[in-house]
């Protein structure tokens, strides 16, 4: 969905940095040979997550919803040089095909996979976080917050997807649209939460930043 008139949008995309060729040929290939490719983080979002990561500079990553591994090469671009990134996912089918790009690039050393719920898996990680990066299913955004949220360094980063969901978040809510109203709560969560101060960016499905105070 465009927020800005698509010419407008068109601007800005030829007026930011370009996307690196290995994620363009992840991408051809996620639309050549996955279901759903439109889950791809895309070109542009992943430039602002790169830069996003490189502004931060963490050392530790956990990303929650990995499909192709697009956005997880964009993050891996911000690590420190002895950083690692976490990501788990649930498609087992889908773990070589990401396992293929992240070697392929210079941060694979730096990937650790996890396949499986990430409700279980969180708890199990022993260790804090700088960045996170909510891209799963949308239902349990809550429930990722507070699993999460205590793993997060003092100053650290909370980056949640979609959170404007195709505009569904201002309009009427239909009784079974269960992503949509949580999507709502969400939204509601990290403004009130004083743990965290947020800002909305409505890039592409919209992008919420939220760092821990």
Same mark, same amino acid.
């Given at each position: 969905?465009?927020? #800005?008139? %698509?010419? =407008?949008?068109?601007?800005?995309?030829? *007026?930011?940095?370009?996307e690196? $060729?290995? @994620?363009?040929?992840?991408?051809?290939?996620?639309?050549?040979?996955?279901?759903?490719p439109?889950?791809?983080?895309?070109?542009?979002?992943?430039?602002?997550?790169?830069?996003i990561?490189?502004?931060?500079?963490?050392?530790?990553?956990?990303?929650?919803?990995?499909f192709?591994g697009?956005?997880t090469?964009c #993050?891996? %671009?911000? =690590?420190?040089?002895?950083?690692?990134i *976490?990501?788990i996912?649930?498609? $087992?089918? @889908?773990?070589?095909?990401?396992?293929?790009?992240?070697?392929k690039?210079?941060?694979?050393?730096?990937?650790?996979?996890h396949?499986?719920s990430?409700?279980?898996i969180?708890?199990?990680?022993?260790?804090?976080?700088?960045?996170?990066?909510?891209?799963?299913?949308?239902?349990?955004y809550?429930?990722?917050?507070h699993?999460?949220?205590?793993?997060?360094?003092?100053?650290?980063?909370?980056?949640?997807?979609?959170?404007?969901?195709?505009?569904?978040v201002?309009?009427?809510?239909k009784?079974?649209?269960y992503?949509?109203?949580?999507?709502l709560?969400?939204?509601?969560?990290l403004?009130?939460?004083?743990?965290?101060?947020?800002?909305?960016?409505p890039i592409?499905?919209?992008?919420?930043?939220?760092?821990?105070?």
């Open positions: 969905m465009f927020f #800005l008139p %698509e010419k =407008l949008d068109e601007y800005v995309v030829s *007026h930011s940095e370009a690196p $060729e290995l @994620l363009q040929q992840l991408t051809r290939e996620t639309y050549q040979k996955i279901l759903q439109i889950m791809l983080s895309g070109p542009y979002q992943g430039r602002v997550l790169s830069m990561s490189k502004l931060i500079g963490p050392k530790t990553i956990l990303e929650l919803g990995t192709t697009y956005a090469l #993050l891996a %671009e911000g =690590l420190q040089n002895d950083g690692e *976490h990501t996912d649930v498609n $087992e089918e @889908l773990v070589d095909f990401q396992r293929k790009y992240f070697d690039s210079p941060y694979g050393h730096q990937i650790h996979q396949l499986g990430a409700i279980d969180i708890p199990t990680l022993d260790q804090s976080f700088d960045l996170v990066f909510i891209d799963a299913d949308k239902p349990n809550v429930n990722y917050f699993a999460v949220i205590d793993k997060l360094n003092p100053g650290g980063i909370i980056l949640s997807d979609n959170v404007l969901w195709h505009g569904k201002i309009e009427p809510l009784d079974k649209d992503s949509t109203k949580a999507l709560e969400y939204n509601t969560l403004r009130n939460d004083k743990r965290v101060e947020t800002v909305v960016l592409r499905d919209g992008l919420t930043i939220s760092r821990k105070i």
